[in-house]
């Protein structure tokens, strides 16, 4: 099935810097999705992408959707401690069933202060 | 609104029990998706109800097994359980729009002793 590689695994940074990390697949993908998760809670949606070469921005953060249809990036400008946490890419698979994600195995994120 | 709810949000069983999931969807969502995330593993989807119906289903054991009722509710069981299956298990509701996402709940987190 289709799967999805995510890097870094972790990042630990200073306040203050930027972050980018991304998502590759060897398949592609026709909606990007990317997910913040914070201890113990469920996964909170960032961003999501759904037009090959789509630029999208939430504050703070900008998520891209490859113009090849099989990457994703997302960047935090700026970062704060409150960023901290587990960042996942998704999508549903190409087969169809939007409501049956893929995930990536994440991003730890670290913002030393 | 209310978001998706879930109970219990804490579980310890013991191996060969069996263990029964709840979730309640975001109002007026019919489309509620059951996951699995283990730190070996990842987030894996389980399946998906809508209406009441299975609509897709994921590549567990027949052990993991569940249901929807008429207002939308869901359960997920897990008969027999093995020590493989302590995780997070997350719900997701999703609503109307084909442009709309899933939102997903805290979890239940499960301990299989």
Known sequence: ?113 | KAGVTQTPRYLIKTRGQQVTLSCSPISGHRSVSWYQQTPGQGLQFLFEYFSETQRNKGNFPGRFSGRQFSNSRSEMNVSTLELGDSALYLCASRGWSSTDTQYFGPGTRLTVL
Not at chain 1, 39 to 52: D, M, R, S, T
Not at chain 1, 82 to 106: M, R, T
């Open chain 1, 1 to 113: 099935g289709q799967q999805l590689n995510q890097s870094p695994q972790s990042m630990f940074i200073q306040e203050g810097e930027d972050v980018s990390m991304n998502c590759t697949s060897s398949s592609i993908f026709n909606t990007w999705l990317w997910y913040k998760q914070d201890p113990g809670e469920g996964p909170v949606l960032l961003i999501a992408l759904y037009k090959a070469g789509e630029l999208t921005s939430n504050g703070r953060l900008t998520a891209q959707f490859g113009i090849t249809r099989k990457d994703s990036f997302l960047n935090i400008s700026a970062s704060i401690p409150s960023d901290v946490g587990i960042y996942f890419c998704a999508g549903p698979p190409i087969s169809g069933g939007y409501n049956k994600l893929i995930f990536g195995a994440g991003t730890r994120l670290a913002v030393h202060p």
